[in-house]
């Protein structure tokens, strides 16, 4: 999963919220023109975490560079569907063996022909185990790929001519096509090779945009892309090349585009939560996104097992307001969920059996709650555990008062001072409490939201919850071609995870941005970031 | 004197291994594991994990990644940040641009407070005076995010006088605003120091002798009054420099200057102890030096000193 990294702005925030500026007037969208396609467009970024490279790219400041100046072998578009970039096809007849087709005759901006090893090679590079790259862990499913020693050549790539490779996979893996957009995917030229670390700092690519020049990465600044003339996919710009300037924290962004410097942003502080949409009318956006937020409960904790955990974790669910909180604390910037999903994606329904175990029903709440009660009394405090450094002490308070209240139990947020610490106990299990979970999916499939969380000892599944029908479920939804028969499947998993509630699902994040009169065409993709190529500028 | 000057220097050299110790333990004390935390809601498999400690020594007691990182440092390599990038080039783009910001602040701070302190401790009592002590507090209570904030909008945002962050390159144009905003931290201090020790000063008996010997308020106010008021606040600007890195962390992060306050900020939140330590270690350089010239400067204004040693 991306990680979106969070900003300076600990002490700002606090001092934005604390000072209430007038919002200015609205102002009327900007006339349609003809845009200027030699225009650059300026957006808010920050400093990517790790050198240039697909594979070792987890960050939302890296990726979204990255995805700019690389070209996969599909994309996704707005509504998040696949549609090919490089690739011609992409085949398998068992969901298992995959035969994947590339156009011929492409080249990376410096003449290195893109074709079938400049996959295979950047794949087995970035899952080899010695170069430890974060995103390592997207190979897993291939032939051959291991945790265990550092294998160079995975032995489910092949390379058969120039344009055609096939993978071979350790089960059938339905959806494995529809990941291939993802930047862990992403092929390398030939020159790369020479020498990667030099490369990470100036990388080549085959996407729409290519950096300006040697040194276009200006640490810490910005990073200026031109375009890939060369490009002929389905992302060809429609403007001059896109300057992302890194920012330290979301209100400068915010202001920089309050002050006419800045064309686009996908972050909204949260002092400007409640006022964006009035300062920017028709040019704001705020619409449900990919990320799914909940917090966890795991199996291990005191009255949290079996028969009596299902209970409680039904009461607890039930007794929390998700209207009120999304409307109150989150000014409207949260959808109350429905599921364990999102919304964006294909296959996603808010019609699953058993959902109103997320309405809020403060009766039915004590009523559960006192039936659990009747297998073992209830003692202690129910905690939640969160990072401070993230914008979520507000909700989890506002979480424990409602389960006070509702429940008549003591609960409680447990900050802690930063997320690191945090995903420390939960990675070596130390955790003694619930704690605060989310998803940001890395492709907008349904089985990427199930899978990694809820599979028996799949590798994010922090609560260890297990559950052979819900295991069974997601397998066979894998193994089967037919996307409707696929999402039946998943939409019967989270049926019983409506039952069990490994995690409490509260709501899913939208996407808030706004963009300046300057520029039209904005669109914000499935995972929340604009379609910059589609971007003009009006001049 | 100079055997006072190598006397310092020398001093210096302690204390730079004491801080970057202390820096090195409390970045290394830090809870969490900073590669637990790279990879997000994601828990890295083990063996990932164990390499990526690996690679930056975390898997070492802290005392050996202390001397791995000294070691380092005399070698003149600072390490490399996550992103890759040499943590001495980092410095040597980022030193620059929060050096011209301190320099215009100060240069602000001084000129205004120097200013107005004279003209109210000339005038004790009266309408500036009071005035001068109002605006002052005002400033020393509000916070300077605050201050901040409130510029950025009224000048940056609704007036469109100044770019509401800092552009590529750090213009000087553009480094005004945050400067000035910097710059009121210690203005109100240094007003404030110069007013009481210009009515202390004018007090004095060489003053009163200045004056009885006919000189004139234009030759008597800077040359015998304000010359040997500046001492306090002379000595003020050493402590100054370090209020002013931290201001600059704050003012930095609002105005989107890419200098050492920010990065350092950044550097923290990612746990970049290299880099982390690396800039404090300059900081605290820096900082003696500073102070080390002040007191030169003290020798030059005040005569007495000089010839105490």
């Known amino acids: 999963m991306r990680i979106k990294r969070i900003g300076v702005a600990a002490v700002a925030l606090a001092a934005a919220s604390a000072l209430t500026l007038a919002g200015c007037s609205s102002d009327s969208p900007a006339p349609s023109a003809g845009g200027d396609t030699g225009a650059i467009i300026t957006t808010n970024g920050t400093e990517p975490q790790n050198p240039l490279i697909p594979t070792n790219t987890n960050e939302v400041g890296g990726g979204k560079i990255i995805d700019q100046i690389f070209a996969g072998l599909i994309y996704y578009d707005a509504d998040g569907k696949p549609i090919n970039d490089v690739a011609e096809s992409i085949e ?69 001519d120039d344009t055609t490779f096939t993978v071979a996979l350790k089960q059938p893996t339905a959806d494995f096509a529809l990941r291939l957009g993802y930047s862990a995917f992403y092929p390398l030229p030939a020159s790369a090779w020479d020498d990667i670390e030099a490369f990470g700092q100036n990388p080549i690519g085959n996407g729409p945009y290519m950096l300006d020049g040697e040194g276009a990465w ?29 920012y330290a924290s979301q209100e400068a962004s915010y202001s920089d585009l309050e002050g006419g410097n800045l064309d686009v942003v996908d972050e909204i502080p949260s002092s400007a939560v409640e006022s964006y949409e009035d300062t920017f009318g028709e040019r704001a956006v705020n619409q449900a996104s990919a990320l799914f937020q909940s917090f966890t409960v795991p199996d291990r904790l005191a009255h949290f097992a079996g028969e009596e955990g299902k209970l409680r974790r039904a009461a607890i669910s039930m007794a929390i307001d998700r209207e009120e909180i999304t409307e109150v604390i989150f000014g409207g910037t949260r959808t ?62 506002a979480v424990s008062n409602q389960l006070k209240n509702n429940l008549g139990i003591e609960a409680s947020g447990v900050p802690s001072p930063t997320f690191k610490e945090v995903r420390e106990t939960i990675t070596n299990r130390t955790i003694q409490t619930a704690f605060r979970s989310g998803w940001q999916a890395d492709y907008p499939g349904l089985f990427n939201y199930l899978g990694p969380l809820y599979g028996t000892n799949a590798g994010s599944n922090d609560g260890d919850y297990s559950n052979p029908e819900v295991d069974k479920l997601l397998k066979e939804g894998q193994s ?37 009169e300057q520029v039209e065409n904005v669109e914000y993709g499935w995972n929340s970031v604009p379609l910059y190529f589609q971007v003009t500028k009006a001049e | 004197m100079a055997g006072y000057i190598l006397r310092r220097l020398l001093q210096a050299i302690p204390v730079l291994l004491g801080t970057t110790f202390l ?22 498999p083990p063996a990932l994990l164990e390499q990526l400690r690996e690679r930056y020594h975390l898997d070492q007691p802290f005392i050996v990644q202390y001397f791995l990182f000294l070691g380092g440092i005399f070698r003149g390599d600072f390490g490399v940040s996550f992103s890759g990038q040499p943590v001495t080039e980092i410095l040597a783009q980022t030193f620059p641009v929060t050096l011209r910001l ?109 004056a009885s010997k006919g000189l004139s308020r234009r030759r008597i106010v800077p040359v015998h009054i304000l010359r040997n008021s500046l001492i306090p606040v002379v000595t003020y600007l050493a402590v100054d420099f370090g209020v002013l890195m931290v201001g600059a962390t704050v003012t930095e992060g609002i105005f989107n200057v890419p200098g050492v306050g920010r990065t350092l900020y950044q550097a923290i939140l990612r746990g970049e102890g290299p880099t982390v330590v690396s800039f404090v270690t300059i900081m605290v350089l820096i900082y003696i030096v500073i102070n080390l010239v002040v007191d030169l400067l003290y020798a030059v204004l005040d005569p007495r000193i000089r010839y105490a040693k």
């Open chain 1, 92 to 160: 398998s007849e068992d969901n298992q063996h995959f035969t994947i087709k590339i156009k011929p005759d492409l080249e990376f901006t410096n003449g290195d022909p893109v074709d079938a090893a400049s996959f295979v090679d950047a794949w087995n590079y970035g899952a080899a185990l010695d170069n430890a790259h974060l995103s390592s862990y997207f190979f897993e499913d291939i032939e051959g790929f291991s945790w265990d020693e550092n294998v160079e050549e995975m032995s489910g790539l092949e390379v058969v």
């Open chain 1, 218 to 246: 200006k640490h810490n600044e910005k990073i200026s892309l031109v375009v890939n003339p060369d490009y002929d996919g389905g992302r060809k710009a429609a403007n001059g090349g896109l300057d992302i300037i890194f």
């Open chain 1, 336 to 397: 109350p969920a429905s599921d364990f999903t999102s919304p964006i994606i294909a296959g996603w329904t808010d019609e699953l059996e058993g959902e109103e175990v997320l309405e809020f029903n403060p009766e039915e709440a004590k009523k559960l709650w006192a039936e659990a009660d009747a297998i073992s009394p209830w003692e202690g405090s129910f905690q939640i555990a969160y990072n401070a450094d993230g914008d979520h002490q507000d909700w989890v308070d």
């Open chain 1, 480 to 516: 089967t071609s037919d996307a409707d028969e696929q999402n039946a499947k998943f939409q019967a998993a989270q049926e019983i995870l409506l039952k069990d509630l490994p995690a409490i699902p509260l709501w899913y994040q939208n996407v808030n941005g706004a963009w300046s």
């Open chain 2, 23 to 44: 820096i090195y333990f409390m970045v290394f004390a830090m809870p969490g594991d900073p590669i637990a935390g790279l990879f997000g809601e994601k828990t890295p």
């Open chain 2, 102 to 210: 301190a320099i215009l602040a100060v240069f602000f701070e001084l000129v205004a407070g120097i200013t107005i302190g004279l003209i109210a401790g000339i005038r004790k009592g009266g309408i500036f005076d009071a005035s001068a002590l109002v605006i002052s507090l005002i400033l020393i209570s509000v916070p300077i995010f605050v201050i901040a904030f409130v510029a950025q909008y009224v000048f940056g945002v609704e007036l469109g006088w100044f770019r509401t962050t800092v552009g590529a390159g750090a213009p000087w144009k553009d480094l005004l605003m945050p400067a000035l905003v910097l710059a009121t931290i210690s203005f109100a201090q240094i007003s404030r120091l110069t007013r009481s020790s210009v009515i202390e000063t004018s007090s004095q008996d060489f003053v009163r002798t200045a």
